[in-house]
C-alpha cells in the first residue's frame, strides 16, 4: 500500500502519508533492533563459552588423552599449509622489498625487512588466517555434526560435560599449537627470502642473514609470537561455539561452518590491531 | 535373547510397586511463541515401562528430554527420585544423570569411537573398574543386546538397527535405575522393533528399571507398556493400561488407534499374533 495519489494539496503531506512513512521507519528500527539484540545474543554466548573454557581449563576432570589427539589433528596436520603459506610469503617480500628499495641501493636491507615483517606481522597473522580456515571450520563442522546426530545430548546426559570433553582439548591444542606454528612459518619464510636474495638478488647467503641477525631484537620475535595465543584462542572458541550451537540438519552445518571461517578472520585480524597497539605501549 | 516369552499375557506380568519414581507437575514449555506442553501431570512409577504415545509433533521427546535435564521447563515442576531437576545446572545435574540413561533416536553412537569404546566410555567415566572388569562388562552388555563380538566394529559398519542395540548396550552399562527411549523403532523394519521390543522388556525385568518410551509405534505400545500415556495438544488426555485405551479410553486415542489400522473400542483385545 501507499500514500493516497491525487491533486497537489500544499506543502503538507496527509496524515496517512506520515503514518505510513512511520510505519516505514518503525519497520526499519524494529528490524535494526532485532539484528542487534541476535547480535548480542551471540556475543554474549560466545563469551560464556570462553569463559567456562578457562574455568574447565583449570579444574579437574582433565581429558590428557583427548588433549593429545587434538595436538596432532589441530597442530601436526596443519604444517604444511602454514609452512607453504610462509615460505611462499618470503619470497614474495624479499622480491618486492628489492624492487622498492632498488632506486636507493638498499639491498643490504631485504634481509631485515623481510624478517621484520614475518616476525612481528605477517608470521602470526597469516598463520592464525590458515589456521583459522582449515582447524576453525573443521572444529564447527565435527561439533557441528556431532550436535545435529544428539552425540552432544549424549554427552550430557551421561553426566559428562561437552565443555570438558570437546572444547577445552580443542582449544587448548589450538593455543599450544599456533605458536609454535608461527615459530616455524617465521623460520620457513625467512629461508624462502632467502633463496630470493640469493638466486635472484645476487646475495650472499650470509649477508642476508647477519644482517637480519645484526638488527634483530628479542622483542620482534616476542611480540609476534604472543600474539598467536590470542588468535588462537579466538579461533577455537569460535569454532566451537558455532558447532555447539548448530540447529537442524547438514544445511546449518555448512552455514556454521562458512560463519566459522569469516569471524575468526575478521577477529584476528581486528584483535591483532588491539594487540599490536598494546604491545607497542608495553 | 532369553527370558521374554511374547505368549504370555501381559496381565500375567507381576504388578509394579506403587512408588512414584518421576513426576511432572504442570510442566510448560513453549518453543518460539508455541505451546508445546501446556501443563502437564504425570507420574512414573518405579518398575514399569510406561509409553508415551502421540502423534509426530506433540512434544513426546521434549517431554522426555525434561526427565534428565536436557530441557528445562518454562512453568511447573518435574522431580526425579522426588529431587525437583528444574533450574539445576548442568553440574548439579550429574549426580541424578549418572542414575539415569538415555537411549537416542539415532543411537548417537560417538562415530570416531569403536563399539566396544562406545559401550565401555560411561564405565570409564564414571566407574573405577580396571580395563579387564570394563571389557568384561562391555561384553557381557553386547550379548544381553544380541551382538557378542562386535567390539571391534566402528560405528558407520553397523545398521540402523545393530546402532540402537550397540546404544541400548551403552545406555545399561551402568545399571541405570531409569531408561528414556526416544522413539527406539523409528525407522527400523517390523522385525527388528519386535527384537527391539523383547529386548525393552527384558532388560526392565534383568536389571530392574523403570522405562520410559517415547513412541508412535501401537505394536510395539501394546508390547512393551505396562501403562501408556497418550499425549495431545500439549496434555497427556489419557494415562492407563493398554486394554483400558483400547476398550475405549479417550477419543482422539481411538482415533488415533484406527488411523494405525488398530481395531478397537469394541472390547476385543487382540493379542499380537493375530495383528
Known amino acids: 500500500m501507499s500514500a493516497p495519489q491525487g491533486q497537489f494539496t500544499g506543502p503538507q503531506p496527509s496524515a496517512t502519508a506520515i503514518f505510513y512513512r512511520n510505519i516505514r521507519w518503525l519497520r526499519f528500527v524494529d528490524r535494526f533492533g532485532r539484528k542487534g539484540s541476535a547480535a548480542m545474543d551471540y556475543l554474549g554466548g560466545l563469551a560464556e563459552l570462553a569463559w567456562e573454557t578457562i574455568r574447565a581449563c583449570v579444574s579437574r576432570p582433565f581429558y590428557a588423552s583427548e588433549v593429545m589427539t587434538q595436538l596432532d589433528e589441530i597442530g601436526v596436520k596443519s604444517l604444511s599449509i602454514t609452512g607453504i603459506t610462509a615460505f611462499s610469503t618470503g619470497m614474495v617480500l624479499a622480491l618486492q622489498t628489492a624492487y622498492a628499495l632498488a632506486a636507493f641501493g638498499g639491498k643490504m636491507f631485504v634481509g631485515r625487512v623481510v624478517a621484520l615483517s614475518l616476525l612481528r606481522e605477517l608470521g602470526p597473522v597469516l598463520t592464525a588466517l590458515m589456521v583459522g580456515g582449515r582447524v576453525g571450520s573443521g572444529i564447527t563442522a565435527e561439533l557441528g555434526s556431532m550436535k545435529v546426530t544428539e552425540q552432544v545430548d549424549a554427552l550430557r546426559s551421561m553426566a559428562i560435560s561437552p565443555v570438558r570433553r570437546l572444547v577445552v582439548p580443542r582449544v587448548l591444542a589450538t593455543v599450544l599449537m599456533l605458536p609454535v606454528l608461527t615459530a616455524l612459518a617465521d623460520v620457513l619464510g625467512i629461508l624462502g627470502g632467502l633463496l630470493i636474495a640469493v638466486v635472484e638478488l645476487q646475495m650472499t647467503a650470509q649477508d642476508y642473514l647477519t644482517s637480519i641477525w645484526n638488527q634483530l631484537a628479542i622483542s620482534d620475535i616476542m611480540s609476534g609470537l604472543s600474539k598467536t595465543f590470542f588468535f588462537g584462542f579466538e579461533i577455537a572458541v569460535i569454532g566451537c561455539f558455532n558447532g555447539m550451537r548448530v540447529e537442524g540438519g547438514a544445511s546449518a552445518v555448512g552455514v556454521a561452518t562458512t560463519r566459522t571461517v569469516v569471524l575468526a578472520s575478521i577477529c584476528v585480524l581486528v584483535s591483532d590491531f588491539f594487540l599490536t597497539k598494546l604491545f607497542l605501549a608495553l | 535373547m532369553a527370558a521374554f516369552d511374547p505368549n504370555i499375557p501381559l496381565g500375567a506380568r507381576p504388578a509394579p510397586p506403587r512408588e512414584t519414581i518421576v513426576e511432572f507437575e504442570n510442566v510448560t514449555k513453549r518453543y518460539s511463541g508455541k505451546e ?111 551382538l557378542p563380538g562386535t567390539q571391534r566394529k566402528m560405528p558407520s559398519e553397523l545398521s540402523g538397527g545393530m546402532r540402537k542395540r550397540v546404544a541400548l548396550a551403552r545406555s545399561i552399562a551402568l545399571e541405570p535405575e531409569i531408561i528414556l527411549y526416544d522413539e527406539p523403532t ?89 495383528l
Not at chain 2, 514399569?48 to 535435564?69: A, M, Q, Y
Not at chain 2, 537416542?104 to 572388569?133: I, W, Y
Request: aromatic share 6%; glycine share 10%; proline share 4%.
Open chain 2, 186 to 274: 523409528t525407522g527400523l523394519d517390523p522385525l527388528t522393533s519386535e527384537k527391539i521390543g523383547h529386548l525393552i522388556v527384558d532388560i526392565n525385568k534383568r536389571i530392574r528399571t523403570t522405562s520410559v518410551v517415547v513412541t508412535h509405534d501401537i505394536v510395539m505400545a501394546r508390547t512393551v507398556s505396562d501403562r501408556l500415556a497418550f499425549l495431545h495438544q500439549g496434555r497427556f488426555q489419557f494415562i492407563g493400561t493398554f486394554s483400558e485405551a483400547s476398550r475405549g479410553g479417550h477419543p482422539v486415542l481411538m482415533e488415533y488407534f484406527r488411523s494405525m489400522g488398530f481395531p478397537c473400542g469394541t472390547g476385543l483385545v487382540q493379542t499380537v499374533k493375530d
Open chain 2, 36 to 146: 508445546i506442553l501446556a501443563g502437564v501431570n504425570l507420574q512414573i512409577r518405579r518398575g514399569e515401562i510406561l509409553c508415551v504415545l502421540g502423534p509426530s509433533g506433540t512434544g513426546k521427546s521434549v517431554t522426555l528430554r525434561h526427565i534428565n535435564g536436557l530441557t528445562h521447563p518454562d512453568e511447573g515442576d518435574v522431580r526425579v527420585f522426588g529431587e525437583s531437576v528444574v533450574g539445576l545446572s548442568e553440574e548439579e545435574l550429574s549426580p541424578i544423570r549418572r542414575r539415569l540413561a538415555m537411549l537416542f533416536q539415532g543411537g548417537a553412537l560417538f562415530d570416531s569411537m569403536t563399539v566396544e569404546e562406545n559401550v565401555a566410555f560411561p564405565l570409564q567415566e564414571h566407574t573405577t573398574k580396571s580395563p579387564r572388569e570394563i571389557a568384561e562388562t562391555v561384553a557381557e552388555k553386547l550379548s544381553m543386546v544380541g
